[in-house]
């Protein structure tokens, strides 16, 4: 059996996976795989939580295939956790939310992401439309998570 993939290698990995992409603000965008990272590790979260975080938006944004998660040295649970986050094309937010909260770990990452997305100082940086739309939508997703009990954590 292969060695399973240290955090360090996964993040390496991540980077390069991601290398070229910016968020919304122009940001690079492994800035924001380092800050969920972070707000998972910050949560308590474990490491396959944190390699999941790492890699959350992987596949979603075609930085790395379905393929490679399915045949990477990763733990079950990340690879489930990161397939839990992977949005698809179409789908309602009720229905992504509902595989998250179905899947062991995935809320934690998705909580640590969320703060990060709804980080003011990110925002900040959008216009007021795009503000606005992204803000009522990573409360609705906050609330079809349960999330709301408490205010958001950076």
């Known amino acids: 059996m292969t060695e399973p993939l240290t955090l360090a290698e996964i993040e390496a990995l991540a980077r390069t996976a991601h290398e070229g992409q910016t968020d919304k603000a122009g940001r690079p965008y492994a800035e924001h795989l380092q800050a969920v990272a972070e707000g998972v590790r910050a949560r308590g979260g474990d490491a396959d939580q ?21 045949e990477a040295a990763l ?37 640590a992401d969320l703060a990060h ?11 007021a ?11 609705n997703m906050r609330e079809l998570l349960a999330l709301n009990s408490g205010p958001a954590t950076p």
């Open 129 to 139: 439309p795009t503000r606005n739309r992204l803000t009522e939508k990573y409360a």
């Open 50 to 70: 944190i390699a999941a975080a790492w890699l959350h938006d992987a596949v979603e944004d075609d930085a790395l295939s379905e393929l490679w998660l399915t």
């Open 117 to 127: 997305n709804a980080d003011p100082a990110r925002l900040a940086m959008l216009d």
């Open 75 to 111: 733990s079950q649970r990340t690879k489930d956790i990161v397939r839990a986050l992977t949005k698809r094309a179409g789908e309602p937010p009720e229905t992504y939310a509902a595989r998250i909260l179905a899947t062991p770990g995935a809320v934690l990452v998705k909580e």
